[in-house]
């Protein structure tokens, strides 16, 4: 009988009444529990304060210890909080309960090399998601990511950017439910990307939004697919290899060979449906034949896997360098061959662009949670009849304004690393010359070391001959036994079963 393999979720809080029922044991290994999950939360919340914070009431109140010379500035710190809070209490709070809500989708923006990933993070702030969520608040367009309806389309690595990052999100409006749809409406409604772009870091900006039928679409579950782009110097790689190399990556395959296992979060499907992958020139560059054009892999599927791109790139690099032959993407791939990962490192995240999502015309979720809707939600359901062969997306709204203002702060960026490039390529052309004129030696194509975030070997070892990680099977099973995994019988299987006793 197949198995399911599932995260053992253990209830975070219990309720007075369950906890009457744990005996002295159970709740005093609770306790301990908590209190290690205390102390590892202190520890992290510690190496990220800076010594502005430690000079806080809060800071004294969460860790004690505070020396005699601090208590002063300490206790000033603490009535400056005070005062600042009272005055925020005087402030008139936001009337929720009387505010309107649609449902949009909303699409981002983003430069991501100087931020720790997309997706909000316990021991860090400076995520992309986070400073979008500051500004929502502040901007009292959502009263709480909790009561938001909010998904994303994406979680972007570290360092990792976005040209086309879209979320699914319930933003106040002005208009009841009823005519939030209405030209009029729509052309009157709040400016929502200018107004959060005032608030936002100038590499975090909103592109544009669309107004929603369904309050139950969800851009993370009703994107049909994802185009990625990571873009790389020619160097001495050989792009033909390279583009042959692509072609044996379209398939609909498992992908555990090209990505990093995410075992203990429940990942045990590693098949992906890899639709293309392809590598171009840059538009804006012409046909030089030079080490330095600019080259970059397209890649669309309908979701990836963890590090995924990064390990393909990884292999491409390896396939243009003649390292390995294009047929090294079919051995990956035949994992009744090689059902073992060979050792090797990703390439970086710098050069990676989340650059369009595709969305399904209507969604396929047909509940969301109940927190999660409003009164919109009443309104969808009361005109289901008659809206069932009508779409859920309509068409993205701009500001020529806010278009405008983007364009504005990415040319500003622009220039910053142009001109950093340029003076950057003319060093290079001196030394170029200057080698080639002392010693009669053609330069080394060294552009793409950067790109493999691994020591160079002196002897390289090809992929098939080198150490493999652990199967997918031992990592179930290690997993089992420290119970953050359970392995359930298929409910098909069990079906199946009971009509056989039958």
Request: hydrophobic share 35%; charged share 25%; with cysteine.
């Amino acid at each position: 009988m197949s198995k399911k393999v599932v995260i053992n979720k253990r209830l975070k809080c219990l309720s007075r009444e369950e906890l009457e029922q744990l005996s002295k044991t159970e709740l005093m290994d609770k306790v301990v529990q908590l209190e290690a999950y205390n102390f590892q939360l202190k520890n992290l919340l510690q190496k990220k304060l800076t010594e502005s914070d430690r000079n806080t009431g809060e800071y004294s109140m969460l860790f004690g210890g505070v020396e005699d010379g601090q208590v002063s500035s300490t206790s000033g710190a603490g009535q400056v909080a005070e005062k600042t809070t009272s005055k925020r209490d005087k402030q008139r709070k936001f009337d929720w309960a009387s505010a309107h809500k649609r449902h949009v989708l909303l699409k981002v923006t983003y430069f991501g090399w100087d931020y720790q990933g997309f997706a909000c993070q316990e021991d860090s702030n400076d995520t992309i998601e986070a400073n979008l969520f500051r500004a929502l608040i502040r901007t009292c367009l959502i009263e709480s990511r909790a009561t938001s309806n909010y998904h994303r389309c994406g979680r972007t690595d570290k360092e990792v950017s976005a040209f086309c990052q879209v979320i699914s999100i319930d933003l106040r409006s002005k208009y009841a439910p009823d005519v939030q749809l209405q030209p009029e409406s729509l052309a009157a409604e709040i400016d929502y990307c200018t107004l959060l772009n005032r608030v936002l870091p100038k590499d975090i900006q909103c592109v544009s939004w669309m107004p929603l039928r369904s309050p139950a679409y969800s851009a993370r579950f009703d994107c049909i697919s994802r185009t990625y782009r990571y873009y790389f110097p020619k160097g001495d790689l050989d792009v033909e290899a390279m583009r042959s190399a692509c072609q044996l990556l379209i398939s609909h395959s498992d992908f555990r060979n090209f990505c990093k296992m995410d075992v203990h979060n429940g990942v045990t499907n590693y098949m992906r449906n890899l639709q293309s992958a392809r590598i171009m020139q840059c538009e804006h560059q012409q046909q030089t034949d030079s080490s330095y054009d600019m080259y970059y892999l397209e890649i669309q599927a309908n979701a990836f896997l963890w590090h995924q791109i990064r390990c393909i790139m990884a292999v491409l690099l390896l396939v243009g360098q003649r390292k390995e032959k294009p047929s090294i993407i079919t051995d990956l791939l035949d994992v009744e061959k090689n059902p073992c990962k060979p050792q090797y490192t990703p390439a970086i995240g710098l050069p990676l662009n989340l650059f369009q999502c595709d969305f399904r015309s209507n969604t396929t979720r047909r509940t969301a949670a109940p927190e999660e809707l409003d009164e919109a939600m009443e309104i969808s359901a009361d005109n289901d009849v008659n809206t069932a062969l009508e779409s859920d997306l309509t068409d993205w709204i701009h500001s020529e304004e806010n278009l405008q203002k983007l364009i504005e702060n990415v040319q500003c960026e622009w220039t910053q690393y142009s001109v950093k490039c340029s003076m950057i390529r003319n060093v290079l052309q001196n030394l170029e010359q200057l080698l080639k004129s002392k010693f009669d030696v053609e330069p080394l194509c060294g552009q793409v070391f950067r790109l493999q975030d691994a020591v160079k070997p002196r002897c390289y070892q090809p992929l098939l001959q080198r150490k493999r990680c652990e199967s997918l099977e031992n990592r179930i099973e290690h997993f089992v036994k420290k119970q953050r995994l359970v392995v359930k019988p298929d409910l098909v299987d069990i079906t199946e079963q009971c009509k056989g006793d039958k």
